[in-house]
């Protein structure tokens, strides 16, 4: 393996738009992509692109497992010294611990591989007997440090690998004990699958009593899918019958199409059980000599790195794609989400224009003021009931609207909740917000007929400027009032203002108040797509991870070729 610039840049480059791309809708599947983004990410970050830079760094193999699998007793045992707690029952918060040769330290002290994982060390433990009579479990000595992850610590606390070394450890190789992958802790879970995607080597524990669970089977079938270089342990097997499980557990291996894969068997013996916490070292003598040779052949060194880089690469294809796939789910569901929003308010505007074209707004108070007008009532009563007629008109032609939304919203798998209150503004208060929205536009209407029947009446030589609020009444009747109104109040304005004059002013005030029903019906609509559009559901995601993935497809092929 050497360092590939090219390929580089198209990796950071496609790892820049899986950063991006987001899955807001709540989709069936959704919480898979998710999980399947920060893999993805976790995996770019911690392995491929650390791999790609350094091909020359130590390889990194991560044990992993479920609870009480005998990770840490291994990881241990393969030491030769106690580097990680052990025990079936787990603090709440587990720091993961890296232990390495000492050359090799300085590969895992920055933030080449994990990046955003803090680092904490510890001195190596020379006697063990006296680290054991310390309350803490803890040596002595000016370099010590506790850690918190060692005993438990706050959910909140920052993410840390500890970092051992031991000259027993080969140089070139740097062992993992990882957090269960079953942990009650999700934070731990998380992690230990971030972990495993840092590996260049996947040392996968189960148990005599628990090699059918699903949990080891995920992980297996993970590393086939990725291709990584693998090794099995199947641990604590009572030897009367190790021979028999492990057969058994071979023939599952091949049904899966696993049966190549590195296994070995770790024995329960009664010197097992010794105070050391530590197997003997004939149990695990099969793993570490094959461990060894993994970094000690440089032929055999190079094969396993580049085996999982070109593994995580093959992967890259469907995982990208099914990102693409979530992504454009996402969209098509908000321009579905879009589309209802828009034919409700449609239906509502189309509605709006029916009634007012109809004379409905002449009704109630508005008719019984303008039966009166002018003698028993003044223009400026007239425009009131007109302007709460307006406004009822359209508060009940947008929530005649909302509600549609919401029956179809119902409808679509993975929309969002649409809040119209809270416990401090419960929905009668948003609704009596909208009317207020609605109420302010209807006024601005209402002033706007004013201003045109002051102008209209200004220009004309035979009205008086104290007609202006009575014009601007008659207008508003020949706007809203129906076929006989209309024509009534039609008549008694060409008699004041002129034909022409009236005609003009007819027309005005009509252009004027569709634009007063547009503003309003466009204003409650925008109350449900600003929301959705703030989600970022667009088409942009599904495309530049495409077009990223092309690009880093048409690198590998020329560098294959070059």
Request: hydrophobic share 45%; net charge negative.
């Amino acid at each position: 393996m050497e360092v590939q610039p090219e390929l580089l840049d198209a990796l950071t480059a496609l790892r820049e738009r899986v950063a991006a791309v987001r899955f807001p809708l709540p989709l069936p599947g959704v919480e898979r992509a998710r999980r399947s983004r920060s893999e993805l990410l976790a995996q770019l970050d911690d392995y491929l692109v650390p791999r790609l830079r350094a091909p020359e760094a130590p390889l990194l193999a991560v044990v992993g497992g479920s609870t009480g699998a005998g990770k840490s007793t291994l990881v241990n045992s393969l030491v030769g010294r106690r580097v990680s707690e052990a025990g079936v029952l787990r603090p709440t918060t587990r720091t993961p611990v890296l232990v390495c040769h000492p050359h090799d330290e300085h590969w895992f002290a920055g933030e080449r591989v994990l990046p955003g994982l803090g680092r904490a060390w510890m001195p190596r433990q020379e006697s063990l007997a006296d680290a054991e009579d310390r309350p803490d479990g803890l040596p002595e000595g000016p370099g010590a440090t506790r850690l918190d992850g060692l005993s438990g610590g706050p959910e909140d606390a920052q993410l840390e690998v500890r970092i051992e070394t031991d000259p027993g450890v080969p140089v070139g190789l740097a062992l993992l004990d990882a957090p269960d992958i079953d942990s009650l802790v999700v934070r731990n879970r998380d992690l230990a699958a971030r972990l495993l995607c840092a590996a260049d080597v996947w040392v996968l524990v189960t148990t005599a009593a628990r090699y059918g669970d699903a949990v080891p089977w995920h992980l297996l079938r993970s590393a086939r899918e990725y291709d990584v270089v693998l090794a099995t342990v199947l641990d604590r097997v009572p030897h009367q019958i190790a021979d028999e499980v492990s057969q058994r557990y071979a023939a599952m291996l091949a049904r899966e199409g696993l049966g190549g894969v590195r296994r070995f068997t770790v024995p329960e013996l009664p010197e097992s059980a010794g105070g050391s916490g530590l197997l003997p070292t004939t149990a695990v003598a099969g793993l570490r000599d094959w461990l060894a040779q993994c970094v000690r052949d440089p032929h055999a060194r190079s094969r396993a790195a580049a085996r999982t880089t070109a593994g995580v690469l093959a992967s890259l294809r469907s995982r990208v794609g099914a990102l693409a796939g979530a992504a454009a789910a996402q969209h098509a569901t908000a321009l579905r989400l879009g589309r209802h929003v828009d034919e409700a308010f449609e239906e509502a505007a189309a509605r709006v224009r029916q009634l007012t074209d109809a004379g409905g707004l002449l009704a109630g108070d508005a008719a019984a003021r303008w039966r009166g007008f002018p003698l028993d009532s003044g223009g400026d009563e007239v425009l009131d009931a007109f302007t709460e007629g307006l406004t009822a008109l359209l508060a009940g032609a947008a929530a005649a609207a909302d509600e549609r939304i919401a029956a179809a919203w119902r409808g679509e798998p993975g929309a969002p909740e649409r809040r119209t209150g809270t416990a401090a503004a419960p929905e009668d208060a948003a609704d009596e917000e909208a009317r207020g929205r609605i109420g302010l536009l209807a006024r601005r209407w209402r002033r706007c007929l004013e201003e045109l029947a002051d102008e209209a009446v200004r220009g004309s030589e035979g009205a008086s400027q104290t007609d202006a609020e009575e014009t601007a009444a008659r207008l508003a009747v020949a706007l809203l009032g129906g076929a006989d109104a209309a024509a009534d109040a039609e008549e008694e304005l060409r008699r004041l203002l002129g034909t022409e004059s009236a005609a003009r002013l007819r027309e005005r005030a009509g252009r004027i108040l569709g634009t007063c029903v547009e503003r309003v019906l466009c204003a409650e609509r925008e109350q449900w797509l600003r929301p959705l559009d703030a989600l970022g559901a667009t088409p942009d995601p599904q495309v530049e991870l495409i077009a990223a993935f092309s690009v880093l497809r048409r690198t590998e092929t020329a560098r294959r070729t070059s």
